[in-house]
């Protein structure tokens, strides 16, 4: 599993790069750079979200889907607690109601809840995973293994 409390977005992207093998002139093509622009994208930490989106583009992986996973996990709770407080700020913005809740995140709750490091109760208020939600995973990824 990745580390999401430290995304290294370009060694991420490098990974899959390598990965597919994709030829380094269709890749400098695509972005309209040279090799040694190429190459210093995969060492920066992070970048912009348009760059983000073409590598995301080429490589048909959602890059993004990192942080979405990081603000699952480690978002702090006071934010959802001041919008429950009814100071609800109505927005022009899309509104996504499913959480995106990949394998990795439910094989890292699962974690902690078979080490013991966290109750059901706590993954279910900490992290707002409906009751019924962790019940499922726990029923079907625990009878997998």
Same mark, same amino acid.
């Given at each position: 599993?990745?580390?999401?409390?430290?995304?290294?977005?370009?060694?991420?992207?490098?990974?899959?790069?390598? !990965?597919?093998?994709?030829?380094?002139?269709?890749?400098?093509?695509f972005?309209?750079? =040279? &090799?040694?622009e190429?190459?210093?994208?995969?060492q920066?930490?992070?970048?912009? =979200?348009? %760059?983000?989106?073409?590598?995301? *583009?080429?490589?048909?992986?959602?890059?993004?889907?990192? +942080?979405? &996973?990081?603000?699952?996990?480690?978002?702090?709770?006071?934010? %959802?607690?001041?919008?429950?407080?009814?100071?609800k700020?109505? #927005?022009?913005?899309? +509104?996504?109601? *499913?959480?995106? +809740?990949?394998q990795?995140?439910?094989?890292?709750?699962?974690? &902690?809840?078979?080490?013991?490091?966290?109750t059901?109760l &706590?993954i279910? #208020? !900490?992290? *707002?995973?409906? *009751? =019924?939600?962790? +019940?499922?995973?726990i029923?079907?990824?625990?009878?997998?293994?």
């Amino acid at each position: 599993m990745t580390d999401l409390k430290n995304i290294h977005i370009g060694k991420l992207i490098e990974t899959r790069w390598f !990965e597919l093998n994709i030829p380094i002139e269709r890749t400098t093509n695509f972005f309209k750079c =040279t &090799q040694d622009e190429m190459f210093s994208m995969f060492q920066q930490k992070d970048m912009g =979200t348009d %760059v983000l989106l073409n590598w995301s *583009k080429l490589l048909e992986y959602d890059f993004f889907r990192m +942080y979405s &996973q990081y603000l699952i996990l480690y978002s702090p709770p006071a934010s %959802v607690n001041y919008i429950k407080q009814g100071k609800k700020i109505n #927005s022009s913005l899309p +509104y996504f109601r *499913k959480n995106l +809740y990949t394998q990795d995140i439910i094989d890292f709750l699962l974690e &902690q809840l078979d080490s013991g490091a966290k109750t059901k109760l &706590q993954i279910i #208020s !900490e992290y *707002k995973i409906p *009751k =019924t939600t962790l +019940y499922k995973w726990i029923k079907k990824y625990r009878n997998e293994s």
